[in-house]
């Protein structure tokens, strides 16, 4: 067997652009939409606190992990682990890993899409001008009018369905990467335009008080879930994305330095959306735990009142459709390249059937907001369940498994050729922490948020 096995796929051009891609795909909607709502929901400070723990110490060490499994396979998840595993002496049985990833992209996409959907119908509706001067009470009705029909939902998560799928069909590496060196530093500028905003008009004293000091009162062990999942989440971990970019990337290339740059740059995005999304909520006294409409309400109503907005607003709102699309691609490559690899077919082929499947599921998050409001599962809506399944459980779980593998089943001397981490003590710390901290505090928090006690360890 060659040892600089390459992709079948193609590799990216230098070390940047990985680092841009696996951004394009970190960063998104769970950055800006999602973040700030949970936070909103889960209390603020505290929540934000555990967010950051769980991303330095399970998230980091689980995506050098994950990189590493495609970076060494060079194929589609299910197989990269096949692959491995064989040359381990480890089961087959592993490639579970790659399935769950491939589900759970699905999933994921089939609510992003109709996410990604609202988002451009208030591009749309920012760029006429109906946000102009808009109070809360006005922005709260307008995104109540926005959900509550289905038929328009459905229209725009079809745009966005078929945007997705016509990018991925032609291949991930031509466009991405020239499109995000552009985009991501200017999603950046205006979200710190954002930041400024929200400090000189709303209440930013409350607002940064809310979003950082921490109040461990209201802390259970579904909010340390919750934030656990929302790490998983952000930084696409657990569901194969980062392993298909990471077969992607020559052999030379350093994987700890570069998810590193990556970690960062999603967690600073998605900490200045909170500075830029809590003020505004304090000072036109919308509800921090409004849900997933929260940023479209409070967004609209800063746009509404500043110089400028409608501009700035339509901009904003372009580049979080690009973010939301960078991210897309990642969660649909794993079940492209698993389609193309298996069944021998045209990645255009592949591109219609896997974000058909999206699209069709996403039928089912749409009408949760509307006629299917009512339809329960464990008592979520369809979209909460989605997420909740997928989030807290689906991407820890893979998460899990990734560690158990990488850590403990495949031979030092073998990691250690590939990682080639130089100081000894982040060494110890990334074994430490895929071997021991990761899996154990993963399981932990699932059982008990979950309901299985482990008082033992309390
Ligand atoms: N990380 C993306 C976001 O924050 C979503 C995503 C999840 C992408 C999992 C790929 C894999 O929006």
Redesign the pocket.
Known sequence: MAINRTSSHGEWSSRTAFILAATG???????I??FPYITGENGGGAFVLIYILCVLFIGIPIMLAEVYLGKRGRLNPIASIKYIADRENRSKNWQLIGLIGIV??IL?LSY?GVIAGWTMAYTVRTAFGTLNNIDALGAASMFADLVSDPERLLAWHTIFSIITAIVVAKGVKSGLESAVVRLMPALLVLLLALVIFSAIEGDFYNGFKFMLYPDFSQVTWTTVLIALGQA????????G?LMVYGSYLSSEISIPQTCVIVASL?TIVALLAGLAIFPIVISSGLEMTQGPGLIFQTLTVAFGAMPGGQLFGTLFFILLIF??WT??I??IEPMIIWLIEKYNISRIKAAIIAAGTAWLLGIGTIISFNVGSEIKIFNMTIFEFLDYLTSNIL?PMGGILITIFVGWLISKENIDSELKIKSRVLKASWYFSTRILAPIAVIIVMLNALGFSTNIFL
């Open positions: 795909s970190a960063v998104g909607l769970g950055n939409w999602k759970a992209g994921i992003y998983f989440f952000s930084l696409s971990l657990g569901m994305a999603d973010a939301a991210s897309s990642s969660l991407l």
